[in-house]
């Protein structure tokens, strides 16, 4: 099946940083990498996906980027605030229905 | 456009209960997944219902169980309840056509002393 590995476990970063998260996967079947933010309480919620035709995505201040030879993926956070602060879930749909998740990234975002 | 409910929000079992959790999709998904939620352990799919059929499952022993039903909201039932089963169950609703987004509930906090 799939695995998905996630890094780093835990990121400390100061209000205004740059934060980097990346995804390892090994099913090449994967085409859909989405991720997720669950806040304290509450379920994972989506953030910024991408797909495999494409090698880069946008979205204010959250970038994705896909390196498919590499079988990687990195969401990038700018400028960062104290609202980003959460946990982070990478995920690699595998040939079948179900993603697989990484273990989450907490990202921690001193003012 | 409502989004993924779960009932209840918190639950204290113990040991030996068995318990019953509630998942109603966004209007249009046909598909229920469900996760376990433990601290360190991430996501842990338990299993998948699509069209009120089991389609996916994950590793979980034979106490946990679920079902569908024809407007495909979803139950999820324990039985015979440990102390390792508290945990957040998440629901997640998709269209069910694969690799899609997955819209997730605010999740059943269980408590099993």
């Known amino acids: 099946g799939e695995n998905v590995e996630q890094h780093p476990s835990t990121l400390s970063v100061q209000e205004g940083d740059s934060a980097v998260i990346k995804c390892t996967y090994s099913?090449?079947?994967?085409?859909?990498f989405p991720w997720y933010k669950q806040e304290l309480g509450k379920g994972p919620q989506l953030i910024i996906d991408i797909r495999s035709n494409v090698g880069e995505k946008k979205d204010q201040r959250i970038a994705v980027t896909l390196n498919k030879t590499a079988k990687h993926f990195s969401l990038h956070i700018t400028e960062t605030q104290p609202e980003d602060s959460a946990v982070y879930f990478c995920a690699a749909p595998p040939g079948s229905y179900i993603p697989t998740f990484g273990r989450g990234t907490s990202l921690i975002v001193h003012p | 456009k409502a989004g993924v409910t779960q009932t209840p929000r918190y639950l204290i079992k113990t040991r030996g209960q068995q318990v019953t959790l509630s998942c109603s999709p966004i209007s249009g998904h046909r598909s229920v997944s469900w996760y376990q939620q433990t601290p360190g352990q991430g996501l842990q799919f338990l299993f998948e219902y699509f069209s009120e059929t089991q389609r996916n499952k994950g590793n979980f022993p034979g106490r946990f169980s679920g079902r569908q039903f024809s407007n495909s909201r979803s139950e999820m039932n324990v039985s015979t309840l440990e102390l390792g089963d508290s945990a957040l169950y998440l629901c997640?609703?998709?269209?069910?056509?694969?690799?899609?987004?997955?819209?997730f509930g605010p999740g059943t906090r269980l408590l099993v002393l």
């Open positions: 997640a609703s998709s269209k069910g056509t694969g690799q899609e987004t997955q819209y």
């Open positions: 099913d090449s079947a994967s085409n859909y």
